[in-house]
T-cell receptor, first 113, second 111 residues
Framework: KAGVTQTPRYLIKTRGQQVTLSCSPISGHRSVSWYQQTPGQGLQFLFEYFSETQRNKGNFPGRFSGRQFSNSRSEMNVSTLELGDSALYLC????????????FGPGTRLLVL | GENVEQHPSTLSVQEGDSAVIKCTYSDSASNYFPWYKQELGKRPQLIIDIRSNVGEKKDQRIAVTLNKTAKHFSLHITETQPEDSAVYFCAGKTTGNQFYFGTGTSLTVIP
């Protein structure tokens, strides 16, 4: 079974731009969670989607948004990019909502200049 | 909000020695505590987990202990090998079904 995939793997943007990241979960998994990983903060939860609905949200500003499609693929959007948004963005999938075992993708490394 | 403190941030051990990483959590209602290993440039991978109704769990050279009263849990790696070198993250799961992670421990096993 193929693992979680994320595209693109690397991205360079400038301040003020917006960016969209994509995550394809393991086949059959319906829950997708997004995390931001930075050297100083570790992994921080952004949000979780299940059945095309956001079910949980972390403490991030409204510039961070997401959605999930009927095939469980998920996108994350960051608008009006700031330098501090530079990070590795990881998604993780699981079979059910709030399931304990989650499988991470390789991440998208975003650099904001 | 809920958080977990992880120590140490870096750890170097000689091959064959043991390594211990400790985490302390804030939400007493948390009931699930996984540990992830992230090798350089790779995705985090679950290596062991423990639920709040268990005090200890072992899987070959890796073990995790949980002290609910003190709200801390630890990862123990025995007979360390160079391939154990990685960043290790502890995490907890809140009653709101969110995961919160420690800031990671960079483990280096010196051959």
């Amino acid at each position: 079974k193929a693992g979680v995939t994320q595209t693109p793997r690397y991205l360079i943007k400038t301040r003020g731009q917006q960016v969209t990241l994509s995550c394809s979960p393991i086949s059959g998994h319906r829950s997708v969670s997004w995390y931001q990983q930075t050297p100083g903060q570790g992994l921080q939860f952004l949000f979780e989607y299940f059945s095309e609905t956001q079910r949980n949200k972390g403490n991030f500003p409204g510039r961070f948004s997401g959605r999930q499609f009927s095939n469980s693929r998920s996108e994350m959007n960051v608008s009006t990019l700031e330098l501090g948004d530079s990070a590795l963005y990881l998604c993780a999938s699981s079979f059910r909502l709030a399931e304990e075992t989650q499988y991470f993708g390789p991440g998208t490394r975003l650099l904001v200049l | 909000g809920e958080n977990v403190e992880q120590h140490p941030s870096t750890l170097s051990v000689q091959e064959g020695d043991s390594a211990v990483i400790k985490c302390t959590y804030s939400d007493s209602a948390s009931n699930y505590f996984p540990w992830y290993k992230q090798e350089l440039g790779k995705r985090p991978q679950l290596i062991i987990d423990i639920r709040s109704n268990v005090g200890e769990k072992k899987d070959q050279r890796i073990a995790v202990t949980l002290n609910k009263t003190a709200k801390h849990f630890s990862l123990h790696i025995t007979e360390t090998q160079p391939e154990d070198s990685a960043v290790y993250f502890c995490a907890g799961k809140t009653t709101g079904n969110q995961f919160y992670f420690g800031t990671g421990t960079s483990l280096t096993v010196i051959p």
